[in-house]
């Protein structure tokens, strides 16, 4: 069973940063990508910022420059460090990891962690 536990939200400040952690845990455990989705009051979950255990990474466009994925794979840890935040990165920020095995896909959810924007 796989369990993956965020931490780093909260509240902040226009212009603020914030530093968002999954650590990634279970028996046997290989993730092939990891990467952040978040969901805002309203809208359809949308990704964030991936990363690939190559270290391949892709933004969404309305993050890139702000935001930073990285990873470390000794410990199936992901980051995301959100630096110039704006009001409309407001949601609710979930971790995702995916698995290749016996020949599919498997996609990873952790619980969601609530970022909010706002002076």
């Known amino acids: 069973q796989v369990q993956l536990v965020e931490s780093g939200g909260g509240l902040v400040q226009p212009g603020g940063s914030l530093r968002l952690s999954c650590a990634a845990s279970?028996?046997?455990?290989?993730?092939?990508?990891m990467g952040w989705y978040r969901q805002a009051p309203g809208k359809q979950r949308e990704l964030v910022a991936t990363?690939?255990?190559?270290?391949?990474?892709n933004y969404a466009d309305s993050v890139k420059g702000r935001f930073t994925i990285s990873r470390d794979g000794a410990r199936n840890t992901v980051n995301l460090q959100m630096n110039s935040l704006k009001p409309e990165d407001t949601a609710v920020y979930s971790c995702?990891?995916?698995?290749?095995?016996?020949?599919?896909?498997?996609?990873?959810w952790g619980q969601g962690i609530q970022v909010t924007v706002s002076s």
């Open positions: 990363i690939t255990n190559g270290g391949r990474t």
């Open positions: 995702n990891v995916r698995v290749w095995r016996g020949g599919r896909w498997y996609d990873y």
């Open positions: 279970g028996s046997g455990f290989s993730p092939n990508a």
